[in-house]
T-cell receptor, first 114, second 113 residues
Framework: DAGVIQSPRHEVTEMGQEVTLRCKPI?????LFWYRQTMMRGLELLIY????????DSGMPEDRFSAKMPNASFSTLKIQPSEPRDSAVYFC????????????FGDGTRLSIL | QKEVEQNSGPLSVPEGAIASLNCTYS??????FFWYRQYSGKSPELIMS????GDKEDGRFTAQLNKASQYVSLLIRDSQPSDSATYLC?????????????FGRGTQLTVWP
């Protein structure tokens, strides 16, 4: 079975540009999570969805960040405008709804804002 | 705010030794515990899950859970250089945070030949 699929794998762009990260969760999974990982702050939860509905976006750092999940098989994380401090690895993960289910991670998007 | 603390590391052990990774958590009602391994430049990969007090063994890996002490550990026997990675402890949320996992900062393990 296919795992969580993220695109692009790498993104290099200039400050001020819009960045869109994409994620396809594992089929049948009810939860979808967006994380950001840096050396300084470790793995941070940005937002998560249950059945396409955002449950908690308290980890979204600023209004420049937005996330959508228009259907069960697709989610986007958008940064507009991007800043150098947004440079990080962004992971998407998904899981089943039952209690005690682990999360499965995609390969991540390595984002560099120049 | 749920907290998950891991021994800060880095941890360095010789090949063939036992590596011991520790994790404590703040929420007494947590029921599900996970260990993830993350190689440099890669994504976290689930290696163990444990739900009941006691030990759970899977090959060279043993997870130990003590809910009374709010403590979970991972032992790696006969450590190999390929075990060199960062190990993340994760604890489940419950109630309004069901589905969410709370991660520790990770412990970096180096196994030297």
């Amino acid at each position: 079975d296919a795992g969580v699929i993220q695109s692009p794998r790498h993104e290099v762009t200039e400050m001020g540009q819009e960045v869109t990260l994409r994620c396809k969760p594992i089929s049948g999974h009810d939860y979808l999570f967006w994380y950001r990982q840096t050396m300084m702050r470790g793995l941070e939860l940005l937002i998560y969805f249950n059945n396409n509905v955002p449950i908690d976006d308290s980890g979204m750092p600023e209004d420049r960040f937005s996330a959508k999940m228009p259907n069960a098989s697709f989610s986007t994380l958008k940064i507009q405008p991007s800043e150098p401090r947004d440079s990080a690895v962004y992971f998407c993960a998904s899981s089943l709804a039952s209690e005690g289910q682990p999360q499965h991670f995609g390969d991540g998007t390595r984002l560099s804002i120049l | 705010q749920k907290e998950v603390e891991q021994n800060s590391g880095p941890l360095s052990v010789p090949e063939g030794a036992i590596a011991s990774l520790n994790c404590t958590y703040s929420d007494r009602v947590s029921q599900s515990f996970f260990w993830y391994r993350q190689y440099s430049g890669k994504s976290p990969e689930l290696i163990m899950s444990i739900y009941s007090n006691g030990d759970k063994e899977d090959g060279r890996f043993t997870a130990q859970l003590n809910k009374a002490s709010q403590y979970v550990s991972l032992l790696i026997r006969d450590s190999q250089p390929s075990d060199s990675a960062t190990y993340l402890c994760a604890v489940n949320g419950r109630g309004s945070t069901l589905g969410r996992l709370y991660f520790g900062r990770g412990t970096q393990l180096t196994v030297w030949p």
